[in-house]
T-cell receptor, first 116, second 116 residues
Framework: AQSVTQLGSHVSVSEGALVLLRCNYS??????LFWYVQYPNQGLQLLLK??????LVKGINGFEAEFKKSETSFHLTKPSAHMSDAAEYFC??????????????FGAGTRLAVHP | DAGVIQSPRHEVTEMGQEVTLRCKPI?????LFWYRQTMMRGLELLIY????????DSGMPEDRFSAKMPNASFSTLKIQPSEPRDSAVYFC??????????????FGEGSRLTVL
């Protein structure tokens, strides 16, 4: 069965610094991969996704992620953090063969803090 | 356009009482999901429906939990009897569907349940 591991439950960066949130997955077949963001007291919203094609995907708010099959990773980055980026970020995977495209398995989440 | 609508936003009840959470998916979406979020276990998929039919309920914790989707615009998640360990935020999400869908879920704002 597929699974997702997010390294680091809490990450703290300075405003303007690089953001790097790590995600590794295990899947029996090439999966679809996602990053969602959750702001306080809200539901999750999609940041970006990888399905097929170009392995570097760009999302909203200046975030991007790169699918590296050899490393089974899908790390999320942003060159320059903004205070408004403070939120919890979830990596998710779907396995089209076993669960269908829509059955997402989420990682435990990484809480990003941005300080002045 | 209206997003996924959940009610109630907050519910406080006593152990042993019945709890019903409600969800209205986005019009035209034919997949619906119930997730539970806790600090200890993160985001767990409880059940999902496609075209009003339950496809996978393997995440439903036990017989005290039940979910229905009587039509395309309404779903309920019921807990009877409720227990303190059911305290969590329950999210409903919808998706355009399995055919050609690539896993973008649209989440409601959640129902925060506290069982005393």
């Amino acid at each position: 069965a597929q699974s997702v591991t997010q390294l680091g439950s809490h990450v703290s960066v300075s405003e303007g610094a690089l953001v790097l949130l790590r995600c590794n997955y295990s899947s029996s077949v090439p999966p679809y991969l996602f990053w969602y963001v959750q702001y306080p007291n809200q539901g999750l919203q999609l940041l970006l996704k990888y399905t097929t094609g170009a392995t570097l995907v760009k999302g909203i708010n200046g975030f991007e992620a790169e699918f590296k099959k050899s490393e089974t990773s899908f790390h999320l980055t942003k060159p320059s953090a903004h205070m408004s980026d403070a939120a919890e970020y979830f990596c998710a995977v779907s396995d089209p063969l076993s669960g269908g495209y829509n059955k997402l398995i989420f990682g435990a989440g990484t809480r990003l803090a941005v300080h002045p | 356009d209206a997003g996924v609508i959940q009610s109630p936003r907050h519910e406080v009840t006593e152990m042993g009482q019945e709890v019903t959470l409600r969800c209205k998916p986005i019009s035209g979406h034919n997949s619906l999901f119930w997730y539970r979020q806790t600090m200890m276990r993160g985001l767990e998929l409880l059940i999902y429906f496609n075209n009003n039919v339950p496809i996978d309920d393997s995440g439903m914790p036990e017989d005290r939990f039940s979910a229905k989707m009587p039509n395309a615009s309404f779903s309920t998640l019921k807990i009877q009897p409720s227990e303190p360990r059911d305290s969590a935020v329950y999210f409903c999400a919808s998706s355009p569907g399995t055919g050609g869908s690539t896993g973008e879920l649209f989440f409601g704002e959640g129902s925060r349940l506290t069982v005393l």
